[in-house]
């Protein structure tokens, strides 16, 4: 079975420009997680979805940073315009969303990105 | 305003001994304590968890300990074996629903010596 799957895996931009990160969750998985991870803050929730309905997104650091679910089966972290300081692995997970839901989540590889 | 600490970066065992890795929460409305392992260049995979109803969980090797009244949780890993080397996340979780808010703490990298 596919697990959560992410893109890019590694993507290098330039302070000013569009940034697009995607994830395709698990099939059947009704939550969708955004994190990012860096040395000093570890792995920060970002923003996470319900049945395709934003639900929390008080971890988005600010205006720049947006997220979208068209549809069960697709994801998107925009920031625009980037910034150096947005330098970070960023990680889309799914959970299953079924009663009695312990909190597992299933996450992708992570998209590294670097802005200079 | 960080709900989950761990406080200890790095942490360094024999291989054989006995690892315990530490998180301590400030909130006591959570439902379920997790762990999880990273390993470089991959996400984040689940360990073990436990509920707030109970104060220990095995699985194998790892073992689980909740101290409510603490609001401490530790990760026992007897006996640590090499391949155990990686990055330890402690992760709180509100509620049963599918939208439970999963929060994590900022991790703590265990190396297991020869």
């Known amino acids: 079975d596919a697990g959560v799957i992410q893109s890019p895996r590694h993507e290098v931009t330039e302070m000013g420009q569009e940034v697009t990160l995607r994830c395709k969750p698990i099939?059947?998985?009704?939550?969708l997680f955004w994190y990012r991870q860096t040395m000093m803050r570890g792995l920060e929730l970002l923003i996470y979805?319900?049945?395709?309905?934003?639900?929390?997104d008080s971890g988005m650091p600010e205006d720049r940073f947006s997220a979208k679910m068209p549809n069960a089966s697709f994801s998107t972290l925009k920031i625009q315009p980037s910034e150096p300081r947005d330098s970070a692995v960023y990680f889309c997970?799914?959970?299953?969303?079924?009663?009695?839901?312990?909190?597992?989540?299933?996450f992708g590889e992570g998209s590294r990105l670097t802005v200079l | 305003d960080q709900q989950v600490k761990q406080n200890s970066p790095s942490l360094s065992v024999q291989e054989g001994r006995i690892s315990i890795l530490n998180c301590d929460y400030t909130?006591?409305?959570?439902?379920?304590f997790l762990w999880y392992k990273k390993y470089p260049a991959e996400g984040p995979t689940f360990l073990i968890s436990?509920?707030?109803?109970?104060d220990k969980n095995e699985d194998g090797r790892f073992t689980v300990f909740l101290n409510k009244s603490a609001k401490h949780l530790s990760l026992h890993i007897v006996p640590s074996q090499p391949g155990d080397s990686a990055v330890y996340f402690c992760?709180?979780?509100?509620?049963?629903?599918?939208?439970?808010?999963?929060?994590f703490g900022s991790g703590t990298r265990l190396s297991i010596r020869p």
């Open positions: 997970a799914s959970s299953p969303g079924t009663s009695g839901n312990t909190g597992e989540l299933f």
């Open positions: 099939s059947g998985h009704n939550s």
């Open positions: 979805f319900n049945n395709n309905v934003p639900i929390d």
């Open positions: 909130n006591s409305m959570f439902d379920y």
């Open positions: 436990i509920s707030s109803i109970k």
């Open positions: 992760a709180i979780s509100r509620g049963y629903s599918s939208a439970s808010k999963i929060i």
